[in-house]
Nanobody, 129 residues
Framework: QVQLVESGGGLVQPGGSLRLSCAAS????????ISWFRQAPGKEREGVSC?????????????YYADSVKGRFTISRDNAKNTVYLQMNSLKPEDTAVYYC?????????????????WGQGTQVTVSS
């Protein structure tokens, strides 16, 4: 069965950090672009960050970050573990949302607007004192 399984969400105080993980099963993510989205109650789904898949000869992946998270969030991938990560630092209450990962056979486009073959189930991040 092809799946993306997310973990790492939870409750954190403002200024704290979390690392989200998205592990693939049933397929190899090496050649897929991977994206993180988030959706808060009453708001539109937002592309947070995305990273290119392997081109077979380079590990210097192109990335995109939304303006609201630049300098605070970092996307990365470990193909040996078939996993993508989102490191979130200096968290703010406005970061509170359900976070989703997704895989695309396209390369990274502006604002992570690509068609996606696979989606994770989502993990809740709550930033509150």
């Amino acid at each position: 069965q092809v799946q993306l399984v997310e973990s790492g969400g939870g409750l954190v105080q403002p200024g704290g950090s979390l690392r989200l993980s998205c592990a693939a099963s049933g397929f190899t993510l090496d050649y897929y672009s991977i994206s993180w989205f988030r959706q808060a109650p009453g708001k539109e789904r937002e592309g947070v960050s995305c990273i290119d898949g392997s081109d077979g000869s380079s590990t210097d992946y192109s990335t995109y970050y939304a303006d609201s998270v630049k300098g605070r969030f970092t996307i990365s991938r470990d193909n040996a573990k078939n996993t993508v990560y989102l490191q979130m630092n200096s968290l703010k209450p406005e970061d509170t949302a359900v976070y989703y990962c997704a895989a695309s056979s396209w390369s990274v486009q502006a604002m992570c607007v690509m068609p996606y073959e696979y989606w994770g189930q989502g993990t809740q991040v709550t930033v509150s004192s």
